[in-house]
């Protein structure tokens, strides 16, 4: 199946630990992107790469930290993590110079810090 | 302060009746994007929308994006339980695909 795959999907820990989220695509698209959607449903984008080049870095703590590999892989890694990380992390993809055929998601990695 | 702004947040109806979800911003957007969530499932793409005035249908869902690409209103008619979901819309702002979305409507139909 084409898609956008998202490993774990359930996630506890204990404050102060470090974890890692795992996102592959094999849609061939050539960007991918971090969103966190919180408590309230909003989703916010936190990082985007493109052919593996940092292109979108939102105002996040650098306690995260993104890294693609190549195209079809973007993994996020976050340090001494807090209550307030509790979140659902969202990993997407696109082609870039086809925008405005939308995203695809995977289906999240629910997080959450005890 | 949120660039779209949904409402309403909340929509609780009967099978067979209609509603609109409305999305507004003061910010031009180069496309504007709908896309529905189920719980426990990322969001996915209904639709997209780029010209000013454009209307869309798929089934019995109907989306309009404003003549000034501001604003975008998805109507459905005759709902029904499985239109039940998360309704997010988001608009396109930059040539680096960065698509900023609005709060949601949460939409219960019950039979």
């Known amino acids: 199946d084409t898609a956008v795959s998202q490993t774990p999907k359930y996630l506890v820990t204990q404050m102060g630990n470090d974890k890692s989220i795992k996102c592959e695509q094999n849609?061939?698209?050539?960007?991918m992107y971090w969103y966190k959607q919180d408590s309230k449903k909003f989703l916010k984008i936190m990082f985007s790469y493109n052919n593996k080049e940092l292109i979108i870095n939102e105002t996040v703590p650098n306690r995260f930290s993104p890294k693609s590999p190549d195209k079809a892989h973007l993994n996020l890694h976050i340090n001494s993590l807090e209550l307030g990380d509790s979140a659902v992390y969202f990993c997407?993809?696109?082609?870039?110079?086809?925008?405005?055929?939308?995203?695809?998601f995977g289906s999240g990695t629910r997080l959450t810090v005890v | 302060t949120q660039l779209l702004e949904q409402s309403p947040q909340f929509l609780s109806i009967q099978e067979g009746e209609n509603l609109t979800v409305y999305c507004n911003s003061s910010?031009?957007?180069?496309?504007l994007q709908w896309y529905r969530q189920e719980p426990g499932e990322g969001p996915v793409l209904l639709v997209t929308?780029?010209?000013?005035?454009e209307v869309k249908k798929l089934k019995r869902l109907t989306f309009q994006f404003g003549d000034a690409r501001k604003d975008s209103s998805l109507h459905i008619t005759a709902a029904q339980p499985g239109d039940t979901g998360l309704y997010l819309c988001a608009g396109l702002t930059d040539s680096w695909g960065k698509l900023q979305f609005g709060a949601g409507t949460q939409v219960v139909v019950t039979p």
């Open positions: 997407a993809s696109s082609q870039l110079t086809q925008r405005n055929y939308g995203y695809t």
């Open positions: 910010s031009v957007f180069s496309s």
């Open positions: 929308v780029v010209t000013g005035g």
């Open positions: 849609l061939g698209h050539d960007t």
